[in-house]
């Protein structure tokens, strides 16, 4: 990680051309840096400053030094590509949008107006996803857009909206976090996916924090913590449950505040009476010691925080999960103070924004709600439509690909996402796109899914494109662009804007910068619960950032919520009991092991960004199985040799890496490549219920060695 700020300009031989202060596409920290253009010996380089800023306070990881590798690359689009017997060809952007018109056109005509699908993602800048959920429901009146977020944040999100009332990544500002005296990290590899945020965890220790982190595998963030609870996957709500049982126990319950600002406190006690923890040690492999070691630890303290990510979340009861770990700090009264609350840690660069302004298939911007009355008529005012025009709810991402594959939806726009690689069960998906009547993907690069579109359109990288992006303390800051584009690439909203120009609806589009979309989506947003009224360009350039909600010019933003109530219309939080959930899938004779899937530090995603940067490609350049020794030795596999995972589902390609550091009975792969090594080839499909996240930390597989 770089820390320190130094200028190549004394070296000899190398000139600096220009500078842009710019800010990492890559994940929800949302670091900021400077890009220098030099020349060195008649040769353009590139060197990257780290810029100070409070989220990463001056630091970068590995991949925000290397982010412009991709957007720099030669495999960048450049022109709009039309598929041709099969093969990409170059077409002119008038011409595309003319292909675009005629079949959406027939399309909407053969099958109906919500046979056209959307499909959105968490890159996107918050004027970009603002403007995606307006162009689906006013340029197309789809009902049918949703976006690739629903993997990644639906089931903190749902749970924080039921239990709190409002839904923000971080409920506390970063910066209380050194202050906390007690720590639990689930399911979070926060070292390896937001590394700059990990010196708040280190000074936490430095401060006598106790740190308690839930994970199967032994990781970079787990080394940090005094007690590892090594569990079972898919588990986590059950041990909660566990961890609960100890604080009423104990008598580390806080009175005063689960009177005064929560309910639903009888009716957990008494769903707690009936969970015994040797049974609840049984079934999440944790020992009744430890248990008990972390609940007390965390009902002593008086301060404490809950941080939660991808780990908890993506389970078939992810939003149980959620709620559970929300429970246990309502009853121990660890919320709205310093150094007290709850923290899912978003994942894309505008994971959070990119929640909050209607991309999702039952939202409208602001975080209000396509099915409210009230919500509908505030909208369809602002957009200046005729409140019955406004389309109803949708379905989530993987049902969208369910209704593809059942040529319920036949035509579908791709903007900001990968949904070949990134869905579970990618077989269901492939099978489903190139079925598909008429797939337009907008990419920076021809993606996996890309390679199946029907046309393709180039779009601007972050190096390129002005916007705001909300970082995961729902701090909204603004990224200027450091150069033109490229060839005859276009913003995305540039390209929202022009086809819904082509589908006769110019007039609602008529903007001319993303500020000018900004100012519409504030006064979207003004009133709702993500509320931006108050935040301006002007105030962003000249403040650096601003949380939301902040609802007038002169608010300074709300930096740590709850603090005197919560948002429901009472005031109140929602405990609520959690069963001991199971995953869906468990192992058996022919599929022994648990999958968990999940990242590495030097890749992104799907990896489309990150494959093609020389400098992390050469860290990682292929996908890997974590295997127990004692797992290996049984099944006759050797380190660093090619294995094959099967599920019921598929197959897929990997080289073993044998480590004690993950539990004998689970195997992990990363999800960051594609085709042979695409683990959602071999994932399960089966969604929460209340949320829809798919289940992809937990399915049973068998491993076997690659006979060739
Ligand atoms: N380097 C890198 N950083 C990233 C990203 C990336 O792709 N690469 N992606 C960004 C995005 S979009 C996201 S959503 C975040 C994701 O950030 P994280 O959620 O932190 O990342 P994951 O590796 O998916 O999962 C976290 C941990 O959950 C553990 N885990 C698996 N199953 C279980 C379980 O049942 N219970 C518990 N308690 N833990 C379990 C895994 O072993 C893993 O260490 O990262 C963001 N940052
Ligand atoms: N097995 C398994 N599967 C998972 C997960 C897991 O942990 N395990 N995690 C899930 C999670 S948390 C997430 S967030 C999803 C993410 O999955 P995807 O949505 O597929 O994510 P990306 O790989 O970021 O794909 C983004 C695509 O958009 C392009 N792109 C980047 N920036 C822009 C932009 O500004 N505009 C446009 N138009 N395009 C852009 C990139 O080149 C890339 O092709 O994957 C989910 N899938
Ligand atoms: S990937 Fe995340 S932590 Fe790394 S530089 Fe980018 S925003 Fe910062
Ligand atoms: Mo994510």
Not at 57 to 82: I, T
Not at 119 to 136: D, I, R
Not at 588 to 605: C, E, Q, S
């Amino acid at each position: 990680m770089v820390t320190s700020k130094h200028t190549l300009s004394e070296a000899p031989h190398t000139k600096p051309v220009q500078a842009f202060e710019t800010q990492c596409p890559f994940c929800s920290v949302q670091c900021k840096m400077e890009l220098i253009e030099q020349e060195a010996m008649g040769r353009k380089t590139h060197l990257v400053n780290p810029i100070e800023n409070p989220a990463s306070e001056g630091r970068l990881c590995v991949k925000g030094m290397n982010a412009h590798q991709h957007a720099l690359h030669r495999d960048r689009l450049l022109y709009p590509m039309v598929k041709v017997n099969g093969k990409f060809e170059r077409i002119s952007w008038e011409k595309a949008l003319d292909l675009i018109k005629e079949k959406f056109t027939q399309i909407q005509q053969e099958d109906g107006l919500d046979a056209l699908g959307v499909y959105g993602g968490g890159s996107l800048t918050n004027e970009e996803a603002y403007l995606l959920g307006k162009f689906a429901r006013v340029a197309l009146k789809t009902r049918h857009i949703d976006y690739n977020g629903r993997f990644c944040m639906s089931a903190a999100a749902s749970a924080a909206n039921k239990a709190f009332g409002v839904d923000r990544g971080l409920t506390n500002q970063l910066s209380e976090i050194p202050f906390t005296e007690c720590i639990i990290l689930a399911g979070t590899n926060v070292a390896e996916c937001q590394p700059t945020l990990l010196p708040y965890f280190t000074r936490a220790k430095e401060n006598g924090a106790y740190v308690i982190a839930i994970d199967p595998r032994e990781t970079a963030t787990t080394q940090l913590a005094d007690l590892h609870l090594k569990i079972k996957p898919g588990m986590d709500a059950a041990l909660v449950n566990g961890l609960l049982k100890v604080i009423l126990e104990e008598g580390y319950v806080d009175q005063t505040f689960v009177e005064e600002r929560t309910k639903g406190f009888k009716e957990l006690e008494e769903h707690l009476s009936s969970v015994d923890l040797d049974h609840i040690a049984d079934i999440t492999g944790i020992s009744v010691q430890h248990i008990r070691e972390a609940a007390t630890r965390f009902g002593r303290a008086k301060t404490g925080m809950v941080f939660t990510a991808r780990g908890v979340e993506q389970q078939t009861h992810g939003y149980m999960g959620v709620r559970n770990f929300i429970n246990l700090l309502l009853v121990t009264g660890k919320m709205g103070k310093a150094g007290c609350g709850y923290g899912a840690i978003t994942g894309q660069g505008n994971g959070q924004g990119g929640r909050e302004h209607g991309q999702k298939a039952d939202q409208l911007p602001g975080y209000r709600s396509i099915e409210n009355p009230e919500h509908r008529s505030y909208i369809a005012r602002v957009w200046g439509i005729d409140e019955q025009d406004l389309p109803g709810q949708g379905v989530s991402a993987y049902e969208m690909m369910v209704k593809i594959h059942r040529r319920e939806i036949t035509g579908l726009l791709v903007m900001g996402s990968n949904p070949l690689v990134s869905n579970p069960n990618a077989n269901l998906i492939e099978e489903g796109l190139k079925k598909l009547k008429f797939l337009v993907v907008i990419d920076l690069f021809v993606s996996e899914t890309a390679r199946l579109a029907d046309l393709i359109l180039p779009t601007s990288s972050y190096l390129e494109d002005e916007g705001t992006m909300t970082n995961l303390e729902g701090r909204v800051t603004l990224r200027p662009a450091s150069r033109p584009c490229p060839g005859e690439v276009k913003h995305d909203w540039q390209i929202l804007c022009e086809i819904a120009r082509v589908l006769g609806k110019g007039k609602f589009f008529s903007f001319g910068s993303a500020e000018e979309i900004f100012d519409e989506l504030r006064l979207a947003s003004r009133g709702g619960v993500a509320d931006y009224y108050g935040i301006t360009y002007e105030r962003l350039k000249r403040e650096g950032g601003v949380y939301w909600p902040c609802p007038s010019p002169d608010h300074p933003g709300q930096a740590r919520l709850f603090e005197h109530s919560f948002a429901h219309p009472d005031g109140k939080a929602e405990i609520m009991p959690v069963n001991n959930h199971f995953p869906n899938e468990q192992v058996n004779d022919d599929f022994p092991l648990y999958l968990t899937t999940g990242r590495v530090m030097t890749h992104y995603l799907t990896g489309v960004q990150t494959r093609r940067s020389h400098s992390l490609a050469a860290r990682n350049f292929e996908s890997f199985a974590e295997i127990h020794p004692k797992t290996a030795k049984k099944y006759g596999i050797e380190d660093q040799t090619l294995i094959r995972l099967e599920s019921r589902r598929g197959s897929i390609i990997v080289r073993s890496k044998i480590t004690s550091e993950i539990r004998e009975d689970t195997v992990f792969v990363p999800m960051h490549w594609a085709d042979l090594q695409n683990v959602n080839l071999i994932t399960l499909d089966a969604l929460d219920p209340i949320c829809k996240m798919p289940g992809f930390k937990v399915c049973a597989v068998k491993i076997s060695p690659l006979v060739i």
